[in-house]
């Protein structure tokens, strides 16, 4: 008649043997036997040694800590309902949330027109970029070669300016002193 009760909950395991202690009369309550917790999950559930605690339990509410934390939260949504009061509750106050709620509409309304008006707008933009992109791609992969080549040509015109740059200097300043050297001859006669 005494089964195990469901898992994570107490239950009286049944006597193995119930004529050790004279029989088993289920009108008298629980069997002899001890008492156990089945944990979840999992299949045999340890027996809770004799002496021994049931551990990992809740501590029970502490009522008095309960209400004095209710009571400061109910305290301080009757401060913010009174400041709303105070704020709004007059005429002033309410003509300024009239006002704020106009001014949001308003800024509601003119933000659907300039939406709705540049809808197109956006997805030609967006289209646009997007072809933009493609033709980029499809230019850099399609020359990627002239663009190797004409790098490696700057590179080599560079190193032949770096080389050849001092021979041509020097060239440049003999031929000025000759024709200082002629033009000053030419011009003393």
């Not at 008492?35 to 339990?57: E, F």
């Not at 080389?163 to 006669?189: A, D, H, N």
């Amino acid at each position: 008649m005494w089964e195990t009760a469901p898992a994570s909950s107490f239950a009286f395991e049944r006597d193995p043997d119930p004529d050790r202690f004279g029989g088993f009369d289920p009108d008298a309550g629980p069997p002899r036997g001890e008492i156990r917790r089945d944990p979840p999950g999992q299949g045999r559930p340890a027996q809770l040694a004799g002496g021994g605690q049931v551990a990992n339990t809740l501590s029970p509410v502490n009522l008095d800590e309960m209400i004095r934390k209710l009571s400061a939260i109910g305290d301080d949504v009757k401060k913010f309902s009174d400041s709303l009061s105070a704020t709004f509750g007059t005429e002033e106050g309410k003509k300024a949330l009239g006002d704020i709620l106009r001014d949001v509409q308003a800024t509601t309304a003119s933000l659907r027109t300039v939406v709705t008006g540049n809808e197109q707008r956006f997805e030609r933009i967006v289209a646009n970029i997007d072809r933009l992109s493609a033709d980029l791609s499809d230019i850099s992969s399609a020359n990627k070669q002239d663009v190797r080549a004409t790098i490696a040509n700057l590179r080599a015109f560079s190193d032949t300016l770096k080389s050849e740059t001092p021979e041509l200097v020097r060239k440049l300043e003999e031929m000025s002193e000759r024709v200082s050297g002629v033009v000053g001859t030419t011009g003393r006669t």
